[in-house]
């Protein structure tokens, strides 16, 4: 067949067709965009308050994993922590949610909870592992969105109306007592300590450590200010005095209390600066159990302690001890020899008093035959009863014997 007869092949046409997919390339940012969108859509929706906190100290409080908790829920979150611009302070970011938001006035109090665990709140203890939490109490005033917050929970939550000051001259240490620390009566807490200063003399060389006080009348359920001055002024002349110590005892944080002393020297409210003044209560406290474990006579017990090991060593290094020891110990074998020998001869003459006994009931026996039963002869009927009561008294004798054989050595003891 010629070239002009065959058909004509089939060509091939390559085509290019265009996706609306720009590529897998664009994933990422395309994932980025719909991820901030969403960020952004939840922070509309989501609700709530942003407000910043000021703090001296954080105590390792984070962002994201510090809550705020009021009347024991979470009410909030921190979401930043950076350093305020005076660097005096730390500013905390926090958002609070819907529900919580309206309790945000200028009296509302903010603390942190569990910064500074201490024995005297066991529960605190348990931040060590978790962190600090911050706590919430609402107040009045008008809406607010920045506050002032507290190192420790306050002693007086809530709407307690002003403390009135005191100041107190203490004389011991009192560079562990802490601003915010309670103020304790019979137990009960009355007020705060407001702050703790340090002055010295140089014209007399005399130190001092003026305490103010921040006590509040509705601790003390008194109406006002002055019901709780005359409280105080008639409780100073009972005796009342503020002196320090530890809680819990011993082991615990410097605290503050005030509480009625025993036969006290007689006081009345001083003025010192303006402010009232509460006696202090001389001694007592940690000073007093410095003091106290200072007195004790250490070396003199040491060197009587001494004497009597000396005593005692020499006692039982004497060689009349050793002498007194031996003759005892031959004294005791002497007598397990003396029983050990006895022992044989005591079953013999245990057998012995019974045939003896046994005889002495056969001639009562053959006496009373004799006699036909008749009393003829009193002397007769005596004999015979003092046979038949010798007969009964070898018997015993020799069942006592047979029982304790070690009386023929130490003798009958009496009963």
Do not use: C
Request: hydrophobic share 40%; net charge negative; no cysteine.
């Amino acid at each position: 067949m010629s070239d002009e007869a065959r058909p004509a092949a089939a060509r091939t046409k390559a085509e290019v067709r265009r996706s609306r997919w720009p590529g897998w390339i664009w994933a990422i940012p395309i994932a980025a965009v719909l991820l901030i969108g969403w960020w952004g859509f939840r922070a509309l929706t989501r609700g709530g308050e942003d407000i910043t906190i000021t703090f001296d100290d954080v105590h390792g409080l984070k962002a994201g994993g510090t809550n705020v908790i009021y009347r024991g829920i979470k009410v909030g979150t921190v979401t930043g922590v950076a350093l305020a611009q005076d660097g005096r302070a730390v500013d905390v970011k926090v958002h609070i949610e819907d529900s919580a938001s309206g309790l945000l006035r200028s009296g509302t109090e903010f603390w942190l909870s569990g910064a500074t665990p201490s024995f005297a709140d066991l529960s605190s203890l348990a931040t060590v592992v978790t962190g600090p939490t911050i706590g919430m109490a609402p107040g009045p005033g008008e809406p607010a969105t920045h506050f002032v917050g507290l190192d420790r929970e306050p002693v007086a939550v809530g709407a307690h109306g002003p403390p009135k000051l005191y100041g107190v001259a203490l004389t011991g240490s009192v560079g562990g007592l802490k601003q915010g620390e309670p103020v304790k009566l019979r137990g009960f807490t009355v007020g705060e300590v407001k702050s703790v200063g340090f002055r010295y003399d140089a014209a007399t060389g005399e130190f001092a450590t003026p305490v103010t006080l921040a006590l509040y009348p509705s601790l003390f359920h008194v109406d006002g200010a002055d019901a709780l001055a005359a409280a105080i002024d008639r409780l100073i002349q009972e005796g009342l005095r503020a002196k320090l110590g530890r809680d819990p005892p011993l082991v615990g944080g410097t605290a503050l209390t005030l509480d009625i002393v025993p036969d006290a020297p007689k006081a009345t409210l001083a003025t010192v600066d303006g402010a009232p003044q509460i006696p202090a209560a001389p001694g007592g406290g940690i000073d007093s159990i410095v003091d106290r474990v200072g007195k004790v006579p250490v070396d003199e017990i040491a060197r009587n302690v001494l004497d009597v090991t000396r005593q005692v060593d020499a006692l039982v290094s004497s060689a009349k001890l050793a002498d007194a020891i031996g003759e005892l110990d031959a004294t005791l074998k002497q007598i397990h020899q003396t029983v050990g020998s006895a022992g044989p001869q005591i079953a013999k003459l245990v057998e012995t008093l019974r045939k003896t006994a046994g005889q002495l009931d056969e001639a009562a026996k053959q006496a009373d035959k004799v006699l036909g039963g008749t009393p003829s002869q009193t002397g007769t009927q005596q004999a015979m009863r003092e046979i038949a009561d010798a007969a009964r008294s070898v018997r015993e004798l020799a069942d006592y014997l047979d029982r304790h054989p070690e009386a023929l050595i130490e003798g009958r003891s009496g009963r």
